[in-house]
């Protein structure tokens, strides 16, 4: 959740504080002694301090949680809880001491208080005060976010699944009739026999097995080499394609028909009949992510880089699917459209 779109939220919790501290003096002192204490140079400190509260405060929920929560990386964010003591002690200092003791000449700590360890330790409490709002305030957010992201990602899983159904007419019985053709082409016509056999599994996995969130990588790999086959077939010797998969498949996987959008696109609007500019496909996998980068000669019928719902649809989903832990790019350069994408594997 962006802080453009949260900014409200830390503006009210930074007034609730700053008025939960005014009240808690107003209990401690009365109404007179707060007056005297905040006018006219109280209200200078007041100013000061908290500057120095939602520095703080800012650094911990931009930059510190972040950069190390998501990751796990418990060290590090131990050592930026640390150095955020020292940091509220510096900016304090800095504001309170130095800027304005230069302009009016006066100190807010006396010259025995004002050593370094004992100002750090005086301003811990206050430190502390501000990471825990911000703490708190990044794993509310966080869940927000996450439960949101949770949500869309069933609306989208059961618009797909809706979708799926209004094409199922009655799949039994045209996976029921491929049958019955691979059967009798078996021994008479082997190579059709096997075009069947690929097609039947082909609309079994888009049918059946594609419908989870995510799938073996083994098998969505087979699904993409089962699908370049029909159109080797269709194009024979016109089809002019590199195509390779590089890497140890393990036991990895991966959402579901997320690579097809690619593939399907080099053959629905790119040109695969020039030899001289082959199409090309490469898939590379290791044990944490897939890289897929796609080129292909762009036909002048239509501006292929113009965005699309396809290219929208796929964005959002890798959003929804992966946050920001993923590289999509798209580009267009003397007439040849390429593609990358890396995503993370989930592995078992």
Partial sequence: MRLKRTFKYHFLLGVIIIGMNLFDSYIRMGPEKLYERLFP??????????????????????????????????????????????IFAGVRYFFEEILVYSIGGF???????????????????????AILFSTFMYFLFMYLKS??????????????????????????????????FYSELADKQPETAKGIHKLSELLRYLTYDAQKDFMPLKKELKFIEDYV???????????????????????????????????????KHGITNDSSIPAEISIKINDNNLELMTKNKISNVKNY???????????????????DNYTFNHKESN??????LKIPLKNN
């Fill in 41 to 86: 140079l109280g209200i200078i400190y007041l100013f000061t301090f908290n500057i120095a509260f939602f520095c703080v405060y800012a650094i911990n929920y931009k930059i510190i949680c972040p950069n190390t929560l998501p990751k796990k990386n418990v060290l590090l964010f131990i050592l930026g809880q640390i150095s955020l003591f020292f």
């Fill in 107 to 129: 100190h807010n700590y006396s010259d025995r208080t004002r050593v370094f360890w004992f100002y750090i330790f005086d301003n811990s409490y206050y430190a502390l005060k």
């Fill in 147 to 180: 439960s949101s992201t949770i949500h869309q990602l069933q609306l989208e899983q059961q618009k797909a699944k809706l979708d799926a159904l209004k094409t199922q007419l009655e799949p039994h019985f045209l996976f029921n009739t491929l049958n019955v």
């Fill in 229 to 267: 086959y029909f159109y080797k077939k269709r194009f024979e010797n016109n089809l002019f394609l590199n195509f390779s998969i590089n890497g140890d498949i393990k036991q990895q996987e991966i959402p579901s028909l997320i690579l097809i959008h690619f593939i399907e696109n080099i053959f």
């Fill in 305 to 323: 880089s113009s965005t699309g719902i396809g290219r929208e649809n796929l964005n959002k989903r890798l959003q929804l699917l992966f946050n």
């Fill in 335 to 340: 007439n040849t459209y390429s593609t990358y």
